[in-house]
C-alpha cells in the first residue's frame, strides 16, 4: 500500500481514538486503556501496510538492530530469573520493545522510497487534523486539560520547523502564518505545558540553534551560571529527591517519586545491570499514595529504561540524546528539521514513557539516519 493511502486511513482511525478517549476521559477522569491500545494497534496498522514493499538497510542501521537485539536477548534473561507475576505486561512489553525496532526499519525506508516533500505533506496533515482536534475538544469541554498520545511533540516540531521556513517565501507566508496559528493555538489549548513548548520549541531550533553564534553566547552564559552557582544547585536538587513533596506541581512531585521507587527497587534487587526485564512491577511503598503496592508503567524514560532495560536500555537512550544532538549542526535543512524533532523528543520523553510501541519515535528515528546518511547539503 502506498504512503499516501495507508496514512490517511492511520489519520483517521487516530483522531477518531483521541476523541473517543477525551470523551472517557472527561465522562469519568481516568484514561481508558482499551483506547491506548487501540492507539497502538493501528499504528501496527500503519506498519503492516508500509511493510509491503523492497526494502534495504544500511549498515548503520544494522548497529542499531544489533543494539536493540542485545537489549531483547539480555531481558528475556532478566525477565525469565526475576519474574514475580505472569501477567499480560510481559508480552506487551515484549511486543511493544519490537515494534520500535520495526517501525526504525520502516521509517529508514520511507525515506529511501518517498520524496521528502511527499512526506512532509502527510506528517503536516496528520499535525495540522491533530491540532484542530485539540481545538475542537478544548472548546467542547469549557477547555478542560486534554488528554493527548505523549510522542506527539514531534510532529508538533516537524511542522512548526517546516513552515518557519516557508515565511521566507512570499508566495506561502500567508499559508504558513495560517498553519502556524493553527498549530500553535492547538498545542497551547491542549493544555499541556510540553506540548506547547514543542510548538516554541520549533522556533528556538531555526532562531537560536541553527545560528551557531547566538547558540554560543547562549550556551556560555548557562554554563558559566551553573559553575558558578553549582553547590546551590546541587543542594537543591538533593532537597527535592530527599523530600519530593516540596515541588508543589503534582506532575512533577509524581515523576519524581515514580523515579525514586524505581531506584530503591533495583539497588534491592540488586538488578541495576541487567534490568528487571519485560513486565517487570516496581515496589510502592506508599509514596505516591494514588498508585497500587506494585506498578508497571511510569513516565520518566530514562529510569524505565533502566528499570525494565538495564543500563544498555539506557545507554539506548544517551545515543539517541548525543545523535540528535550531534545531527542539528548538519549543514542539510532535511537533516536538521528531523533531527531537531527528535532531540525534542528525548526531552519529552523525560515526562513521558512512549520508547515502547513508539510508533512516531521509531519512524523519526528512521527517517534520520536515512537523511543522515544520503542527504547532500541543502
Not at 470523551?23 to 481516568?30: A, Q, V
Not at 499504528?43 to 503492516?48: E, P, R, S, T, V
Not at 544489533?66 to 506487551?92: A, D, G, H, K, Q
Request: with cysteine; proline share 1%.
Amino acid at each position: 500500500m502506498k504512503l499516501k493511502h495507508s496514512a490517511n486511513l492511520y489519520i483517521i482511525l487516530y483522531a477518531i481514538c483521541i476523541l473517543l478517549h477525551n470523551f472517557i476521559w472527561f465522562s469519568t477522569n481516568e484514561s481508558n486503556s482499551l483506547i491506548v491500545y487501540s492507539l497502538k494497534i493501528i499504528g501496527l496498522i500503519f506498519l503492516l501496510c508500509l511493510l509491503i514493499g523492497n526494502y534495504k538497510l544500511n549498515n548503520e542501521v544494522y548497529a542499531y538492530l544489533l543494539i536493540f537485539l542485545m537489549i531483547v536477548v539480555l531481558n528475556l534473561y532478566s525477565t525469565i530469573r526475576n519474574i514475580e507475576f505472569v501477567s499480560f505486561y510481559i508480552f506487551s512489553d515484549l511486543v511493544g520493545f519490537f515494534l520500535l525496532i520495526l517501525y526504525l526499519l520502516v521509517g529508514y525506508n520511507i525515506g529511501r522510497i518517498y520524496t521528502f516533500e511527499g512526506i512532509a505533506k502527510v506528517i503536516n496533515c496528520f499535525t495540522l487534523i491533530m491540532c484542530l482536534l485539540f481545538i475542537i475538544i478544548a472548546i467542547f469541554s469549557d477547555f478542560e486539560k486534554i488528554s493527548i498520545p505523549p510522542d506527539s511533540h514531534a510532529l508538533i516540531v516537524f511542522t512548526s520547523m517546516y513552515f518557519i521556513y516557508h515565511l521566507k517565501n512570499k508566495s506561502k507566508v500567508l499559508l504558513a502564518i495560517l498553519i502556524l496559528s493553527i498549530v500553535g493555538l492547538g498545542s497551547f489549548l491542549s493544555f499541556h505545558r510540553i506540548t506547547f513548548l514543542s510548538f516554541l520549541f520549533a522556533f528556538i531550533a531555526v532562531y537560536v540553534i541553527r545560528n551557531k553564534f547566538i547558540l554560543f553566547s547562549m550556551t556560555s552564559v548557562l554554563v558559566y551560571a551553573f559553575i558558578d552557582n553549582y553547590y546551590i544547585v546541587a543542594d537543591f536538587f538533593e532537597l527535592v529527591i530527599s523530600q519530593p513533596d516540596l515541588v508543589l506541581d503534582l506532575s512533577a512531585s509524581q515523576r519524581i517519586k515514580e523515579s525514586i521507587l524505581i531506584y530503591n527497587t533495583l539497588i534491592n534487587k540488586e538488578i541495576v545491570l541487567l534490568g528487571a526485564g519485560f513486565g517487570a512491577f516496581y515496589y510502592n511503598t506508599d509514596l505516591i499514595q494514588h498508585y497500587p503496592e506494585f506498578v508497571h508503567q511510569g513516565h520518566v524514560s530514562p529510569m524505565m529504561l533502566l528499570f525494565r532495560n538495564g543500563v544498555i536500555g539506557f545507554l539506548m537512550y544517551m545515543i539517541l540524546v548525543f545523535f540528535s544532538g550531534y545531527c542539528v549542526f548538519d549543514r542539510s535543512k532535511k537533516v536538521f528539521i528531523f533531527s531537531s524533532a527528535l532531540l525534542f523528543s528525548m526531552f519529552a520523553s523525560l515526562f513521558d514513557f512512549y520508547f515502547y510501541w513508539g510508533t512516531h519515535l521509531g519512524i523519526l528515528i528512521g527517517l534520520l539516519i536515512y537523511y543522515r546518511k544520503n542527504e547532500k547539503t541543502s
